[in-house]
């Protein structure tokens, strides 16, 4: 019964941003680690970030560390990625996941339930 949908995609131009929300429904959404994945044509799907069910502890992969924050509040039952300076190759199909976890993984595997995804077109 839980659904992710992502919004907040479009086209930008390189250096630009995009602020990339999830709405969660359930009343357990707080319970679980949250994430952030991409994929990009002819690519496997690749990890982006993720926050743990206390959003005291964060991570970001090193592709996008220092350009991305991840950021989530319970209380709305939402979790944002927020892109900034983004490149070309940021280009892809985001999709927001829940954990099975409570604590932060990196695997697509730890996740249990999906989006049906975003696009983020960055053009040079």
């Known amino acids: 019964q839980v659904q992710l949908v992502e919004s907040g995609g479009g086209l930008v131009q390189a250096g630009g941003s995009l602020r990339l929300s999830c709405a969660a429904s359930g009343r357990t959404f707080s319970m679980y680690a949250m994430g952030w994945f991409r994929q990009a044509p002819g690519k496997e799907r690749e990890f982006v970030a993720a926050?743990?069910?206390?959003?005291?502890?964060?991570y970001v992969s090193d592709s996008v560390k220092g350009r991305f924050t991840i950021s989530r509040d319970n209380a709305k039952n939402t979790v944002h990625l927020q892109m900034n300076s983004l490149k070309p190759e940021d280009t892809a199909v985001y999709y927001c996941?829940?954990?099975?976890?409570?604590?932060?993984?990196?695997?697509?595997?730890?996740?249990?339930?999906w989006g049906q995804g975003t696009q983020v077109t960055v053009s040079s």
């Open positions: 996941a829940r954990s099975i976890y409570s604590s932060i993984s990196y695997s697509s595997r730890d996740y249990n339930y």
């Open positions: 926050i743990s069910r206390s959003a005291v502890d964060t």
